[in-house]
């Protein structure tokens, strides 16, 4: 590929990971992407053609996005970590006489790795001693990501989501390159030695770890304090403003909140993060569930007096986009023990989902509209209850998807259950309509999720968030944090005066980090 304009390389993996669910991730649920070519593919935005695809010579070395689930296995990580850094080198030796300019690294923030704490940190810290001290970093993230003093310290630019359910996704990511490629050609901020200047960093770590689903960027007050980051963007001095609410079903020191705000003056960048978490902080007590909360009993019978179809409900403990197993059997296990739909002219439901790879086999085998005895779930998660068996007639058959390879529907009662060979997230009305089911016609549709995705919050007319078990439980105080730092809110009630929301002045990339850590 000929050169036009800075090198730019691209690495990072992507993975939101429950500590609180028995489930590990291996290395294939990265769906590794390696060189631009695939990369491109995935990001059109750095196709060449694009305004940024031609404003720089993009290097592919591997990118990695993992379904959320539980912990990083050691060697997984191992592999996929040593491939990065082995690619790069590639790259840099391809570079011969010319050098790396720059870095977009692509990382959600959440991966838990077995055995390290802070794995986007110790990743970029292997991916540092390859490229060198002198490369501009430019981080993306989800903002249910963590922001250590030290990932904030190795990284130049970095940046994430303002919206929860996230709609921008790839603006984003758009913005971290297009921040990264702007300031690798301008001319106005460079040494004599022509390396780019770095933008200032001020951090502010905040003691609040909430779950997403009282964070919603729809709602008050998450909605005005989002709608602060691009005002506060637009301050001058001010390169990009970020805020992290965290992720909360991890225990790490880093998990909690923090705001980032890069810049050009120190005074205008620490007064942006200060606003920020003070924003942030001040409506601690205000964030509330997204919806009416209950437990599934309540929800189901809320659902059933309620003259609102489709009625959704969210079966939130084991949500699978937020790190759940995906295998807990506990709601599908209630819901079929009610008298309401044991008959096939009860109530329509669509339940989603339930792996089990022998019942889909052998609903496979058997075929439509066959009578099947099958069992499913608890392979991993059996902490809350055990497999579940059911008898029913096997509605649909679907092959092919990229998570759940192999998808079936059985009927029972009038309980319509997808059972998949492997686990899967079900946000779209296509996931339904692509297994014959038509979810705005039935009475009640119940889906392993937190906040409803937006087709879902759409589609539904009413709905309620079930707080049920699982490795991602909303009840955060029932899952039982050792090693985070306290006091933090919600699981503290009482603090000792106000926390130290100052901003603090991070030391560029290339300078030391010294000092206690925070």
Known sequence: MASRGPVIAIAGLACETSGFTPSRTLAPAFHPLRGYEEIQGKYPFIRAGSPLGDAADWRGALIGHALPGGIVTRSAYEELAGEIVQRLQYIMDELSDQRLDGLWFDIHGAMCVEGIDDAEYDLLRRVRAV????????????????????????????????????????ETKKRACRNLVELLTQTSTVFDDSKPQRPLKAWVPIPILLPGEQTSTRLEPAKHIYEAVSEVGKWEGVLDAAIWVGYAWADEPRNRAAVVVTGW????????????????????CDFAFVAPT???????????????????????????????????????????ARPEFQKEDGPTVIYASVPGPDAVQKAVAAGVGSVVTVTAGAEVDDIHAGPVTMTGTVHSIK????????????????????????????????????????????????????????????????????????????????????????????????????????????????????????
Request: glycine content about 8%.
């Open 294 to 336: 209950g437990s599934f009993a309540e929800c189901i019978d809320v659902a059933l007096k309620s003259s609102a179809r489709p009625y959704f409900i969210s079966d939130s403990g084991d949500n699978p986009t937020a790190g759940g197993s995906g295998d807990v059997t506990w709601g599908l296990t209630q819901l079929l």
């Open 131 to 170: 490229i060198g001290p002198d490369v501009i970093v430019s981080a993306s993230m989800d903002l249910h990501g963590n922001v250590s003093r030290e990932l904030a310290h190795q990284t130049d630019l970095i940046t994430c989501y303002r919206t929860a359910p996230h709609v921008d996704v790839m």
């Open 399 to 518: 092959h092919g998807d990229k998570h759940a390879v192999t998808e079936v529907v059985l009927q029972v009662g009038s309980v319509f259950a997808i059972l998949t060979k492997l686990r899967k997230p079900y946000h779209l009305e296509r996931g339904f309509t692509e297994l014959q089911l038509t979810p705005r016609q039935a009475d009640i549709v119940i889906v392993k999720i937190g906040y409803l995705e937006p087709e879902l919050y759409d589609m539904a007319k009413d709905w309620m968030l079930g707080l049920t078990p699982g490795g991602v439980d909303q009840d955060l105080e029932r899952l039982g944090h050792h090693r985070i730092r306290r006091p933090m809110w919600p699981l503290d009630k009482e603090f000792e005066g106000e926390p130290d929301l100052l901003a603090r002045i991070i030391p560029m990339s290339n300078e030391p980090l010294s000092g206690p850590d925070e």
């Open 265 to 284: 003056d120190q005074g205008a960048i620490s007064e942006a993060a200060q606003h920020l978490a003070r924003l942030f902080w001040d409506a601690h």
